[in-house]
């Protein structure tokens, strides 16, 4: 039943060649989005798979960077805010895109999808293209530390957390108004971002743009979700390139320096933590972003027990499903958007992170998930202790890991 239900929301937000998240809030496709869609679809369409993850690459500009929207030019200009008239920047395929990128978990996404049907034409047509996108996120985005940044907080896919309360201290808002979110047609505004964190997108989005999406500007954070995404694709594209008789090794030695650099310099005791390259320091927060390194296949045995520590201890993943933030902290808000509720993706990269070292936690995990949906439907986000379903409704990712999990 579940799983003819998660089939049936990737049906209705399918439009012809990608999917998209939302039909109503969010009706263009997204980076990070396609890619988790793409390992739901790989369990039932693999074409559809496929065609998601070539669509999305298809607007992939010629640096490399991988767009984290790609407007559909049927969806009238002005139903979702920021839109194509904001961003001013097109593809070389003629595509209408933003500039900023996602956390690039798209390798895991192509690589999923050979496995689902194998397929080494895809796999051919896809690999340079992502190891294009990693090029560009070293090129671009690399510290001194061998990290990469993020310029804005949707860079991060987890918007408003509280991680970025401090770096976005440093970001005056002034300048930007006179703009009219469009998220709050659909969805209540204490479910949502404030004026205020929107005022501060805004602003940054504005810079980077006006410096033809080049300069950093006043946020620049290492988080380690974004990290975690960037390692894990070299370890696949590491398997990748060895099914189509090319050279790992590059890829495994990349994987090894990003894992080691991510222990060195962003590890602090029982958590990752973002670090804030303007100021060096520690965010000092607790973000779930911090316990997704668990999904590094070189991750050292003795920090990846401490994270699932924390995850048992400070996360209550025994009892709950993954809040988005921990709930022993000032912060938490159960309701707000990534200031605490759980999120089917970020429990899903932490599931993977815990098959293969605590099957028994991941089953459990895995449970949590499938009680939320069962009560509420594949709504955005959930209140980690009662399960009520925020934000959207028919959440395209949140229908996909599902299959992926229950698979
Ligand atoms: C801005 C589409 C996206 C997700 C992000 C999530 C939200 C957008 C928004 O929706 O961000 O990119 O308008 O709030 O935070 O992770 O990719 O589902």
Redesign the pocket.
């Known amino acids: 039943m579940i799983l003819r239900d998660a089939v049936r929301v990737l049906v209705s937000n399918w439009d012809g060649a990608h999917t998209v998240?939302?039909r109503r809030?969010?009706p263009h496709q997204?980076?990070?989005?396609s890619a988790f869609i793409a390992i739901g679809n790989a369990r039932w369409s693999p074409r559809r798979a496929r065609s998601e993850l070539l669509s999305l690459f298809g607007a992939q500009w010629a640096d490399g960077r991988v767009p984290?929207?790609v407007f559909n030019p049927r969806v009238p200009a002005g139903s979702?805010f920021p839109d194509q008239g904001f961003w001013q920047a097109k593809a070389p395929s003629g595509a209408e895109t933003s500039g900023i990128v996602?956390p690039p978990v798209h390798a895991l996404a192509a690589w999923k999808t050979h496995l689902a049907e194998p397929d080494t034409a895809f796999l051919r047509r896809i690999y340079p293209r992502l190891v294009a996108q990693q090029e560009f996120l070293r090129r671009d985005r690399r510290s001194p530390e061998g990290l990469i940044s993020v310029v804005h907080p949707?860079e991060s896919?987890?918007?408003n957390s509280p991680a970025w309360d401090r770096p976005l201290r440093a970001v005056q808002a002034g300048g930007a108004s006179g703009f009219t979110r469009r998220?709050l047609d659909s969805v209540s505004a204490d479910e949502r971002?404030t004026d205020r964190d929107y005022a501060q997108y805004i602003e940054l989005a504005t810079a980077y743009r006006d410096s033809g999406y080049t300069d950093p500007g006043a946020f620049e954070v290492e988080d380690p979700l974004f990290n975690a995404a960037y390692g894990l694709a070299e370890s696949t594209l590491a398997k990748i390139a060895n099914t189509l008789g090319l050279d790992a090794e590059p890829h495994e030695r990349e994987a090894e320096a990003i894992t080691l650099a991510m222990v060195e310099h962003l590890f602090d005791g029982g958590l990752f933590q973002a670090r804030d390259v303007r100021t060096g320091e520690l965010t000092d927060t607790a973000s779930a972003a911090g316990l997704t390194p668990l999904i590094l296949p070189g991750l050292p045995a003795d920090v990846a027990e401490v994270l699932i520590a924390t995850a048992l201890d400070r996360f209550q993943i025994k009892d709950l499903p993954l809040p988005s933030y921990a709930p022993d902290t000032p912060e938490f808000d159960p309701a707000r958007?990534?200031r605490g509720p759980s999120w089917i993706n970020v429990s899903w990269i932490v599931w993977q992170g815990l098959k293969d070292r605590r099957p028994d936690l991941a089953a459990t995990l895995a449970d949590s998930v499938l009680s939320a949906v069962v009560k509420s439907g594949f709504r955005e986000y959930f209140d980690p202790y009662t399960l009520r379903g925020h934000g959207c409704r028919d959440?395209s990712?949140s229908a996909a890991l599902v299959l992926d999990m229950v698979a």
């Open positions: 998240p939302s809030l969010y997204w980076s990070w989005d984290h929207i979702y996602q949707w896919g987890m918007d998220d971002p958007y990534w959440f990712w």
